[in-house]
Structures are given as structure tokens and as C-alpha cells.
């Protein structure tokens, strides 16, 4: 038993440790996706719920982010995988999860993740400016396409999005 509690201790301190390189590198949807999994693993952590209350609140996170339930535990699963890094998985989940649910920014963004991790940088700002079309307030879409775009030189597209 203790083994267990120790494990799970020391992987949510992992992924508070990523969140907080997230932020840095401005990957702000991945931060607050790991500090959800922490939360789903110890609910009542009260540096994830303070970090993740922080950005909800510095985002103004618009209605259309919203995951319903059944969604949000798919979400998990996949930001676990994506973690793992095994991209070509990620992207077929997210592509199972994108027939039910087509307007969702968040699997968009991961998806476009995954392919731009994959190389496929023309592919995921696809999906970058999909979701941006769904969303204009999400602002890890522009903020990855920025990064796609400047993987591929683009560097007037690439600080256009980054200002936006």
C-alpha cells in the first residue's frame, strides 16, 4: 500500500513539474490538462487546483471550451497517450473522438499536436486554424500554429499568430 501512495505521489509531482514547464514554454492547454489529471488523481491538491483556477481565470475560457463529462474523461485518456508519446495513437484517438464530437477545440488542438510532433507541420496548422475558426478566443491554437509555422519558416504567419 504505501509503494502505491508513494508512486502516485511522485507522478503527480511529475506532472505538476511538467505544468509548470508548459507555462513557461506557453503551452498553456497542456498545463491545465495535466493539472487536471493530477486532480482526477488526488482531487483536493491544492497547488493544482490554484494553478488551474489561475489560468481558467486568466484565459476567460469562452463556452465553447467546455467539455461535457464523457468528453473530458477522453480528453484524459488522450493527453495521457500524447504524454507517452506515442503520436500515431494520439492521432487516431483523436480522430475517433472528432466523430462525435466535431467542434471540440481541445481535441482539435491536441490532434494538430500530435501531427505537427510527427512532422506533418502543413497537417496540423489545418487543424490550428479549424479550431481557431470554431474558437477565436482559444488561444493555444494560435500560439501552436506560431510554433508550426516558425518549424517551417513562416516567420510573418508565425509572429501574426504569436500577437494574437
Not at 29 to 50: C, D, F, G, M, R
Not at 59 to 76: E, F, G
Not at 113 to 123: C, D, F, I, N, Y
Not at 126 to 139: E, F, Q, R
Amino acid at each position: 500500500m504505501p509503494t502505491t501512495v508513494t508512486s502516485t505521489n511522485l507522478q503527480i509531482k511529475k506532472l505538476l513539474s511538467q505544468a509548470k514547464k508548459n507555462i513557461k514554454m506557453g503551452d498553456i492547454v497542456n498545463a491545465e490538462e495535466l493539472y487536471s489529471t493530477v486532480l482526477t488523481l488526488q482531487p483536493h491538491n491544492v497547488i493544482a487546483k490554484k494553478n488551474l483556477n489561475k489560468l481558467q481565470r486568466k484565459r476567460k475560457l469562452s463556452t465553447k471550451t467546455y467539455q461535457p463529462d464523457v468528453l473530458q474523461n477522453q480528453i484524459n485518456g488522450l493527453i495521457s497517450t500524447y504524454h507517452s508519446g506515442d503520436m500515431v495513437q494520439t492521432e487516431k484517438s483523436c480522430n475517433n473522438i472528432l466523430q462525435q464530437y466535431p467542434q471540440s477545440v481541445v481535441v482539435i488542438n491536441i490532434l494538430g499536436a500530435s501531427l505537427q510532433r510527427q512532422g506533418k507541420l502543413k497537417e496540423s496548422i489545418k487543424n490550428y486554424s479549424l479550431a481557431t475558426k470554431i474558437d477565436p478566443n482559444y488561444p493555444d491554437t494560435f500560439n501552436n500554429r506560431g510554433t508550426a509555422y516558425m518549424e517551417l519558416n513562416h516567420l510573418e504567419e508565425s509572429i501574426h499568430d504569436y500577437k494574437n
